[in-house]
């Protein structure tokens, strides 16, 4: 087994084994154990009681963070010309149709979000290869293939992010950075909180949410009472 560092020897100590933390403690604590010398995500992993090979336990959403993610989000809008300056004006890094389609085919992926309309969605269809698998094809259900994409462009900058839960069951998404405050991290947990449960399936059996673990890029998760995300 590899030695901790100093720094782990301390980080390892401030965080009791089995302990469920309120999620005032947690939003304090993963600052005090994260010693990286840039600005860590903040990371949060859901389990819950779904089964998510079934269609109807299929939990999946979209949630606008009170206090951003704090990362800059590079958005594509493909749209038709009528559309393009309004897009640009909502903050959209690259707006335009045919050409980026063609930069796509050539393996050109450098954005974070791609946002487009139903009329153009048929264009589009052809670059699932290669959109798919970095999760970056234009849905309805997340909100990126809609009427109105400046709109849409507006939401993803300001910090709305799309979610679901995966095959073992677990949400795992990214909700901030560590620079936030102890407060800007608690509202953003709530806000996710709440909008998981909104979505509790109706075949879901037993307990829903079974853990919350907050982290950040590089270190240990801290296990949260999921009771005392409603009591703040």
């Known amino acids: 087994m590899s030695k901790l560092t100093k720094n782990q020897k301390l980080v390892a100590g401030k965080i009791e084994a ?25 990371d949060i992993d859901v389990r819950l009681g779904v089964d998510p090979r079934k269609a109807n336990q ?15 989000v590079r958005v594509l809008c493909l ?4 559309v393009e300056a309004a897009a640009k004006e909502a903050g959209a890094d690259y707006v335009g149709l045919d050409e980026y389609i063609e930069k796509i085919k050539g393996g050109w992926t450098d954005v974070d979000v791609i946002i487009t309309m139903p009329a153009i969605m048929g264009k589009i269809g052809a670059l699932g290869r290669i959109l798919g698998p970095r999760g970056l094809m234009p849905n309805p259900k997340s909100g990126t293939v809609t009427m109105d994409v400046a709109k849409a462009v507006r939401e993803v900058k ?8 995966d095959k073992t ?20 947990v709530k806000e996710f909180i709440a909008t998981i449960n909104k979505l509790k399936p109706a075949a879901a059996k037993g307990t829903y ?24």
């Open 58 to 72: 299929m939990v999946r959403g979209v949630v606008s963070l009170p206090n951003g993610t704090g990362k800059v």
């Open 209 to 232: 949410i079974k853990s919350i673990y907050l982290s950040s890029t590089m270190s240990k998760g801290i296990k949260i009472d999921p009771k005392s995300v409603d009591e703040i």
């Open 158 to 165: 300001q910090g709305k992010i799309d979610f679901k839960v």
């Open 18 to 42: 089995g302990k469920a933390y309120t999620l005032k403690e947690a939003a304090e604590l993963v600052k005090e154990i994260t010693t990286t010398k840039f600005d860590a995500s903040l």
């Open 169 to 188: 069951g677990i949400v795992h998404t990214s909700l901030g950075k560590i620079s936030f405050t102890p407060e800007q991290i608690i509202g953003n």
């Open 79 to 82: 749209c038709t010309p009528d």
